[in-house]
């Protein structure tokens, strides 16, 4: 009884640090075949694959990164952003995340959220929303993330949305 009573308590005492993560995933499942989307969502292989491809074509601290990366997903969209702004903050709690930065800029509300931030240089998750007159952005990348790279990995990266990390590197 004793030990039913500890997995329950262990169980519920987890479940908060799941539910963000859940909320994150359930948005992009939300709008993963609405064709109003580009959805784009890279997982472990993949950053494997193209850490072994691209070799020779990327500098050594983007190789890393690319190595230590567990996930990447991207959602955007130029159709109606404000309102899918203001519904990703609605839906997805930010308490479990540290607001790194802030930026209102021509229009645009940009956020950079991080989770279990384990020094000041690296975390284990960066989360980006952006909402405008011109685009809506959810990007979420999970791993080793070192901050003072993400820039250079953005640019080595052609995906709609991920330019606005180079706001990082900037301020």
Do not use: W
């Not at 030990?3 to 992009?28: E, H, M, R």
């Not at 820039?151 to 330019?163: F, R, S, Y």
């Amino acid at each position: 009884m004793k030990n039913i009573i500890s997995i329950i308590i262990l169980v519920c005492i987890g479940l908060p640090s799941f539910a963000q993560n859940d909320a994150i995933t359930k948005y992009f499942q939300q709008y993963r075949d609405d064709e109003r989307f580009t959805m784009v969502s890279i997982n472990k292989k993949m950053f494997e694959l193209i850490a072994n491809v691209a070799e020779d074509e990327v500098d050594d601290e983007v190789m890393e990164m690319l190595q230590e990366m567990d996930g990447l997903k991207i959602l955007t969209t130029d159709v109606n952003p404000q309102a899918f702004y203001k519904e990703a903050i609605a839906k997805i709690s930010t308490h479990d995340y540290e607001e790194l930065m802030t930026v209102r800029d021509k229009g645009q509300n940009i956020q950079f959220l991080v989770k279990d931030q384990s020094s000041g240089k690296i975390v284990n998750e960066l989360l980006l929303l952006v909402g405008g007159e011109d685009e809506f952005v959810l990007l979420s990348f999970v791993g080793k993330i070192y901050l003072s790279k993400i820039g250079k990995l953005a640019k080595n990266m052609d995906i709609d949305g991920i330019e606005h990390l180079d706001k990082l590197d900037k301020d």
